[in-house]
C-alpha cells in the first residue's frame, strides 16, 4: 500500500509540474489564430492601464518575438496581445501615467500605458520591448539580411562580419547601439 501510495504521489507531482511547464496559448478572437506562450523571450509582472475604464490592473506580460501577451496570472491563458510589429515607440511614461516606473508602448491608433514595481525592471522591459520592435523593423531586416541602408548590413547588425548571427536581447549581453540605425524609414526612431 505504501509503495502505491508513493508512485501516486509521485504522479501527480509529475503532472503539477507538466501542468506549470506548458502554459495555454493565446488565441485571438478576431482570426482564431493561436499563439504559443512558452519559452519566452522576456516575462512578468506588470500593471497596466485598462483601455476603457482607465483603471489600473496586474497582469503577467509574456515578450515572445514580436508579440507581448498579458495574462491575469502565469498559469493562465493569455487574454490579451500588443503586436509590437505594429509599435511605433516605447519609452519612459511617469509623466503621462501619474506613476512611478511607469512607461507606454504606442502603436499609431493605441498607447498603453504599464507600469513596473522598480526602476530596474522598466528598465529592462522597455530594452527587451525596443529591441523586439526594432528586430521587426524593415530596417533591421533589411540590415540583418545585408541589404542596403547606414552601415552596410550584417556587419552594421553585429553579425561581426563572418556571417555569425548575434542573438540579441540575452540577459547580460551589452547592447551594440551600431544595430538600431537612425534611418528615417525605421519608425522606432521617429
Known amino acids: 500500500l505504501a509503495t502505491l501510495l508513493c508512485c501516486n504521489l509521485s504522479l501527480l507531482l509529475v503532472l503539477a509540474t507538466m501542468s506549470r511547464l506548458h502554459r495555454p496559448p493565446y488565441v485571438d478572437p478576431t482570426t482564431n489564430i493561436c499563439f504559443d ?9 506588470l500593471t497596466k492601464q485598462s483601455m476603457w475604464l482607465k ?20 498559469h493562465d491563458a ?7 510589429s505594429t509599435c511605433t515607440t516605447v519609452k519612459s511614461a511617469d509623466l503621462k501615467s501619474r506613476k512611478r ?3 507606454e508602448i504606442s502603436t499609431h491608433e493605441t498607447t498603453f500605458l504599464i507600469y513596473a514595481d522598480t526602476e530596474k525592471e ?3 522591459w522597455i530594452g ?9 523593423s524593415s530596417t533591421y531586416q533589411r540590415e540583418a539580411s545585408g541589404g542596403g541602408g547606414p552601415g ?6 553585429g553579425g561581426g562580419g563572418g556571417g555569425q548571427n548575434r542573438d540579441y536581447g ?6 551594440d547601439d551600431s544595430v538600431y540605425s537612425n534611418d528615417s524609414n525605421n519608425p522606432y526612431f521617429n
Open 170 to 175: 540575452e540577459p547580460g549581453d551589452d547592447d
Open 152 to 157: 552596410g548590413g550584417a556587419a552594421a547588425a
Open 128 to 136: 527587451s520591448v525596443g529591441r523586439a520592435i526594432v528586430r521587426c
Open 55 to 74: 483603471d489600473w490592473r496586474r497582469r503577467y506580460f509574456i515578450l515572445k518575438g514580436s508579440k507581448l501577451f498579458f495574462a491575469k496570472s502565469e
Open 101 to 103: 516606473n511607469s512607461f
Open 78 to 84: 493569455p487574454h490579451g496581445m500588443i503586436d509590437l
Open 122 to 124: 522598466k528598465d529592462d
Open 37 to 45: 506562450c512558452d519559452n519566452s523571450d522576456y516575462e512578468g509582472w
